[in-house]
């Protein structure tokens, strides 16, 4: 059976961009910018259906189905997610536990022609997540203070006025040199993002294509990342989408992942 | 062959019904192709249908999983893997019927998971999700937050499935003096009485995983009473034959299992301590050639990444307390297992190795496999079992028996 390689993903798609209060016209500090992206909120708990379509430089397609659950529990996330589809990752799931402290990620996925629950490290940041264009560092949550953030300049993209701030991490070992992103000023939600490989060329960029607002929620519900010099990408959409359902602290338990949807 | 044949037609109607209702099908077809280095000779031609038919409800789910296994497309083998129905409560689940059971936290290794017994027939080399048998039991798990409690009644007792005596995977033996063997003593008959009973608390918890386990059970493994003919017409003994009765014993053990992680990397550690095993012994007043020990069987492992590849290693330890001199069985016995893992080319081609290395008996089983995935749903697989060293060894026995083999995979 093919391994998968699963990360803490995808609530509402949470990397780098976000919702923020309206603010008046004033000038930001990247650091302050990005603080914006980050900080918003996104409800109590989130139901989606998650398809990612992996498509290769020949134009062929793959396509994974993932239906996922998220739960703020004060000072841990909850997440767990049943894979749909292909067939051969068919009744799988994976949970993770995020900490607001600087404590790891608890993370277990659950092997149903093993029928067993494993745990797997979370030291595996720049791992591709099944096969597709964005890693574990691409969808997982990332802290203000991991990056020096610098506001480049502004910038009109889609006849949206954006701020362009440039992120380079404070650890020398990281997989990226620096990325770029361009954040809305009217609603500080990330547009478009650049990511420099370690030889400061340009590897992915990643294109916000669709975001709705779901229960005073802004939802990122379709991107695309792509990957210029190999030129494969993979789109994110997300459907079904429901926040502050009261999804019950029991979902995310060893039970619940091995009983499957 | 009948009752086989009963199955499939139960099967067939059960698939009926099921389509009736909107159950999930799923499963794989595939073809699986070996040759011997040595001869060239097929060690496996094997092409096999695996269906999984499931309901899943919210007070109640259903599975059915049979196999069927065409070998050198003249023999069928219908295993039925799981057939059992789930019932959900607030607090607890009930589980009854044809299962498997899967306990621990090793891989490849078989410690406190003895709930559902193993099928040697082709040595250690089934995918481990096809190696150990179901059994009919009564499964009943009551939560607590994060822990669960679970009770396991088996009625009906399933052993080893050992290899066929002129299989390529027959277990090598020497015998003083040539052997027949009674198999009457070997079946337990289903009864109160003779039914095992397994209990576990688990939990998962944000700083360590672990289990605890006991079982009042049956060694699934047979022991060999042994009852030695002499002649005596020339004065001395002479030994000239040997009577084999194999029969099964009752056993009590209890273990446990861990994981946690440790800046980056994942530590397992299991244990088991089995009550009164017997085991073989050259003791001449030994009844049976057998003697009765405690024994310890445990591992520590690690899980880790360097750059893209994926690290496992386990080594392991069987230890045979208040060792005899005289027994056949060696006091402690060492193994290691490796295992790397490299994808490439976003996931379709994967590199593997996977090893048993015997360090007790300096032998060992090399695993190295390249599979390619052409889509979601196909794959083809180009492996090969290198059996090395001490042809006394676990693995080196089967020195003759290194293959070089292909699957081909259709997911449905």
Known sequence: ?261 | MKIKGLILLLLLAASQITIAQNADFSGFARSYTGVMYDTGDFSILQNTLNLDISKSGNKVAFKANPMLYSYNADSLDLRLRELYLDLYFKNFDLRIGQQQVIWGKADGVFITDVVSPLNLTEFLLPDFDEIRTGVLAAKFDYYIGNSTFEVIWLPKFTPTVMPAANSIWSFHRDFMAPPSFDWSKSAINPSLENSEVFVKYSALTSKIDFELMGGYTWDDNPTMHVDKQFDMSSGSPMLTGLNITPQHHRLYLGGGSFSTEIFGVVLRGEAAYYNGKHFQTQDPIAVDALIEKDYLHYLVGLDFSIKDVKFSTQFIQETILDYDEKMINDEIQNTMTFLARYDMFRETLHLDVFAYIGLSNEDALIRPKITYDFDDSFSILLGSNIFVGDEKGRFGQYKDNSMIYMKLKYNF
Not at chain 1, 57 to 76: E, L, S
Request: charged share 30%; proline share 1%; aromatic share 10%.
């Open chain 1, 1 to 261: 059976m093919r391994k998968l390689k699963i990360t803490p993903i995808l609530l509402a798609m949470s990397f780098a961009f976000g919702f923020g209060t309206e603010v008046s016209a004033q000038d930001f500090t990247g650091k302050q910018i990005i603080e914006k992206v980050y900080n918003r909120s996104v409800g109590e708990d989130q139901t989606s259906d998650l398809a990612m379509t992996l498509t290769n430089r020949n134009g062929d397609q793959r396509i994974r189905k993932i239906k996922q659950f998220t739960k703020d529990m004060g000072d841990v996330e909850k997440r767990i997610m049943f894979f749909l589809s292909p067939a051969d990752v068919k009744n799988t799931s994976f949970m993770s536990w995020t900490y607001d402290s600087d404590k790891s990620d608890d993370q277990w996925i659950y092997l149903p022609a093993l029928k067993k629950t494993k745990r797997i490290s979370s030291d595996s940041k720049s791992d591709y997540f099944m096969g597709s264009d964005f890693t574990y560092d691409d969808l997982g949550d990332r802290k203000l203070e991991d990056d020096t953030h610098k506001l480049l300049r502004e910038e009109t993209i889609d006849g949206k006025e954006c701020y362009v701030v440039e992120s380079v991490s404070n650890d020398e070992d990281y997989m990226y040199s620096k990325t770029m992103v361009w954040v809305n000023k009217s609603n500080f939600i990330g547009v478009k993002k650049e990511f420099f490989d370690e030889d400061e060329d340009l590897l992915k960029i990643l294109t916000i294509k669709e975001v709705k607002e779901i229960s005073g929620i802004w939802v990122i519900t379709n991107s695309e990342m792509k990957n210029v010099q190999k030129n494969h990408k993979t789109s994110i959409t997300l459907k079904n989408v429901q926040i502050n359902s009261g999804i019950s602290a029991s979902k995310f338990s060893e039970r619940m992942m091995t009983r499957g949807l």
